[in-house]
């Protein structure tokens, strides 16, 4: 109940489940590529290990279960919270003792379980924050939540370049990870509060329920084989050489299995899953907020997929510079542009927010196109001189691009300001009932572009070049505005402003 906390206890929880739930990001993403560019592995490949987060893409599957099913004497949202958390610093323990090059089969698979959980963990982390704000607390508590999320992946995205280039160790560094999760999963078990929901789970049969999530999967795997055969039949190769045929057989497969694993889902009866997609598509306007949602981070994504291997590989910069300059000096500025988000929210509208939050993301990847065709260097340097913060520390003074520091602090700025814009869009589309799996299922269709264009992306880069590529990546901004400016009257009557 809303009544039974204090608005400082939502908002330090939403700000601690934030921090919670971008840890593991970076794992499977930023950092992992680090490691992967410094180990010799190909652009190529490292674009298309991207798409191990497709979890995120698909987590409203089985978010169903997470409404439906509640673990023993630690509550509904608290006890799958504690319960991803501890599976999450196993699965880094795990993947910390792994080499690409000894079983790149087993790393791959090690990362894939990552992200997993960590979509499963983000599944509770974006229902316990939309069950607990009050209306008029969606906006800075997104703020907040962006704020939490952003320095999570300072840490595991920024400070992590930075140890492993001091201790020479990637495998290190993700231990240390592990450890770092493990005591998130004591602070939710100890001091999150408790969240009683008014909406109590679907009165359903639980054996029905977790045979129809069965069903569900089955159907998924015959979708992803029958499309492997029917492309094979044709005469394509799946382990052809060629980038762009392997990226066909992938989105071909999964086309193939979104639709009949849910078909599934509806004839084996999986009602929790089936009840909560009728109560989201009954709203008017459902599809256009889903293409408004792909579109709208989808330029932020194609600049943002390859960042660290553009700035290390293809420009020469260092992993301890790209770590500083991308987490550490940006810190600050990204706290500014979190808190500002949520200030400014308190005044302005959720169209206005959207739009010129929208706008700035846009016009920050002209710094990345910038970067591309001036190189290293352009602008001059300065020198950061040696510090040490207790949890990070640099031992010796360190010469820092300003172009490099400029372009990635606009960034940081414009994209966490459209961010806390962005989720205080999917917290007003939810239907309380069916919190966990209508956020889910928004966040999923978030998540397409920042997934599906990491492969494309990998591939487009090293056919075009980088400036191009970049250039290409602020073109792919505009049809998100225009979504949003499409939208406007809509946008409106969701927050009651016009």
């Known amino acids: 109940m809303l009544h039974s906390i204090t608005s400082a206890q939502r908002l330090a929880a939403v700000l601690f489940l934030g921090f919670a739930s971008g840890l593991p990001l970076a794992l499977t993403g930023q950092a992992m590529q680090a490691w992967l560019t410094v180990d010799g592995v190909d652009i190529?490949?490292?674009?298309?290990?991207?798409?191990?987060?497709?979890?995120?893409?698909?987590?409203?599957?089985?978010?169903?279960?997470?409404?439906?099913?509640?673990?023993?004497?630690?509550?509904?949202?608290?006890?799958?919270?504690?319960?991803?958390?501890?599976?999450?610093?196993a699965g880094l323990a795990w993947m910390s003792g792994l080499s690409i090059q000894e079983n790149a089969v087993l790393f791959a698979l090690a990362a894939l379980a990552i992200a997993f959980l960590s979509a499963s963990q983000d599944v509770v982390v974006d229902a316990y924050r939309t069950d607990v704000l009050a209306a008029h607390e969606r906006g800075l508590g997104g703020s907040l939540s962006v704020f939490g999320y952003r320095v999570a992946m300072i840490l595991s995205g920024g400070i992590s370049l930075i140890w492993a280039e001091q201790w020479q160790s990637w495998p290190r560094v993700y231990l240390t990870m592990a450890g770092i999760m493990a005591a998130a999963a004591v602070v939710s078990l100890v001091l999150l509060p408790r969240v009683s929901s008014e909406l109590r789970p679907l009165a359903s049969n639980p054996r029905r329920e977790l045979a129809g999530f069965a069903a569900m999967l089955a159907g998924f795997v015959v979708g992803w084989f029958a499309a492997r055969v029917v492309l094979m039949?044709?005469?394509?190769?799946?382990?052809?050489?060629?980038?762009?045929?392997?990226?066909?057989?992938?989105?071909?497969?999964?086309?193939?299995?979104?639709?009949?694993?849910?078909?599934?889902?509806?004839?084996?009866?999986?009602?929790?899953?089936?009840?909560?997609?009728?109560?989201y598509f009954s709203q008017s306007g459902a599809l256009a907020f889903l293409l408004l949602i792909i579109l709208y981070k989808l330029g932020d994504a194609f600049a943002g997929v390859l960042t660290t291997p553009f700035l290390i590989k293809g420009l020469g910069f260092s992993q301890a510079e790209v770590?500083?300059?991308?987490?550490?000096?940006?810190?600050?500025?990204?706290?500014?542009?979190?808190?500002?988000?949520?200030?400014?929210?308190?005044?302005?509208?959720?169209?206005?927010a959207l739009m010129w939050f929208g706008i700035l993301q846009l016009v920050s990847n002209f710094g990345f196109w910038l970067l591309a065709v001036s190189g290293k260097g352009a602008w001059?340097?300065?020198?950061?001189?040696?510090?040490?913060?207790?949890f990070v520390a640099l031992d010796q003074a360190s010469q820092i691009d300003v172009m490099l520091m400029s372009a990635i602090a606009f960034e940081n700025i414009a994209g966490g300001m459209g961010t806390a814009a962005f989720v205080a869009l999917l917290m007003g589309l939810c239907n309380r009932q069916f919190t966990a799996t209508h956020y889910a299922l928004l966040s999923a269709f978030a998540a397409v572009g920042r997934i599906y264009v990491s492969p494309l992306s990998g591939v487009l880069s090293e056919s075009i070049g980088w400036?191009?590529?970049?250039?290409?990546?602020?073109a792919m901004a505009v049809p998100g505005l225009l979504a949003v400016w499409w939208m406007r009257a809509s946008l409106g009557r969701l927050n009651g402003a016009s």
């Open 380 to 390: 001059g340097s300065f020198t950061l001189p040696p510090f040490d913060l207790g």
């Open 233 to 279: 039949g044709l005469g394509l190769d799946p382990d052809a050489p060629n980038k762009w045929l392997q990226l066909v057989f992938i989105l071909a497969q999964l086309a193939a299995a979104l639709p009949l694993g849910y078909w599934a889902a509806r004839q084996a009866g999986f009602e929790t899953l089936n009840r909560s997609l009728d109560s």
């Open 44 to 89: 190529a490949t490292i674009g298309f290990l991207g798409l191990v987060g497709i979890p995120y893409t698909f987590k409203f599957l089985w978010a169903p279960l997470m409404d439906r099913f509640e673990p023993p004497f630690l509550g509904r949202r608290r006890g799958w919270l504690v319960l991803t958390q501890l599976a999450l610093a």
């Open 323 to 352: 770590g500083i300059v991308n987490k550490i000096i940006g810190i600050w500025l990204t706290i500014l542009g979190a808190l500002l988000a949520g200030a400014l929210m308190l005044r302005i509208s959720l169209y206005r």
């Open 467 to 474: 400036p191009a590529f970049f250039l290409f990546s602020v």
